[in-house]
């Protein structure tokens, strides 16, 4: 079957660094994204990689290791309104996204 | 550029009651979603269009749910009858074009969504 784990909760401090992991096995890949979902609204795109290593948009960035079916989202300089799910999706073989349930991001003063 | 516009933003109704939800997808999108999310999940397919045709509906439970999206643009999704664990959020997405392997292309870009109790 198709998978993404991504942890469920994570806590971080503002101005701090925080990574959010993400593991997948799927049939096939053709891309991974991540998402960024405030509370009671849509998510709205970060990130996407296709190849392998860093992207780096901003205070965001998006690694990716498709040996190792890993990627992680790496956020700096945290600020309050950072606190949201982050959801890790895979595009498999189908070109159909499978999507993690998300990590929940709480960001303390 | 407009977003994705779906409409209601809210729905309360009881079980075996029905429910429609609309979505328009962002001009020139060839490509439209719905999903359901429950609290705490993430969001899962139910119908995914290409143009006027179906491309994957293979988890709409469609013994109560149904959608149609007839000129290739704006979509609807209808609930008949609902259960209570249909209570959800439904999202509408729509991308340029899906598998066309073009971040691009497959980048999918969400509507508000629809939040349903059923009582």
């Known amino acids: 079957g198709q998978n993404i784990d991504q942890p469920t909760e994570m806590t971080a401090t503002e101005g701090a660094i925080v990574q959010i992991n993400c593991t997948y096995q799927?049939?096939?890949?053709?891309?991974l994204f991540w998402y960024q979902q405030h509370a009671g609204e849509a998510p709205t795109f970060l990130s996407y990689?296709?190849l392998d290593g860093l992207e780096e948009k901003g205070r965001f960035s998006s690694f990716l290791s498709r040996s190792k079916g890993y990627s992680y989202l790496l956020l700096k300089e945290l600020q309050m309104k950072d606190s949201a799910s982050y959801l890790c999706?895979?595009?498999?073989?189908?070109?159909?996204?499978?999507w993690g349930a998300g990590t929940k991001l709480i960001i303390k003063p | 550029e407009a977003g994705v516009a779906q409409s209601p933003r809210y729905k309360i109704i009881e079980k075996r009651q029905s429910v429609a939800f609309w979505c328009n997808p962002i001009?020139?999108?060839?490509?439209l979603y719905w999903y359901q999310q429950i609290l705490g999940q993430g969001p899962k397919l139910l119908i995914q269009?290409?143009?006027?045709?179906?491309?994957?509906d293979s988890q709409l439970p469609k013994d109560r749910f149904s959608a149609e999206r007839l000129k290739g643009v704006d979509s609807t999704l209808k609930i008949q009858p609902a259960k209570l664990e249909d209570s959800a959020v439904y999202l509408c997405?729509?991308?340029?074009?899906?598998?066309?392997?073009?971040?691009?292309?497959?980048?999918?870009?969400f509507g508000p969504g629809t939040r349903l109790l059923v009582l």
């Open positions: 997405a729509s991308s340029l074009k899906a598998g066309t392997s073009g971040w691009h292309q497959e980048t999918q870009y």
């Open positions: 001009s020139g999108h060839a490509t």
């Open positions: 269009f290409q143009n006027n045709g179906v491309v994957d």
């Open positions: 799927t049939s096939g890949f053709n891309g």
């Open positions: 990689n296709v």
């Open positions: 999706a895979v595009l498999d073989s189908n070109y159909q996204l499978i």
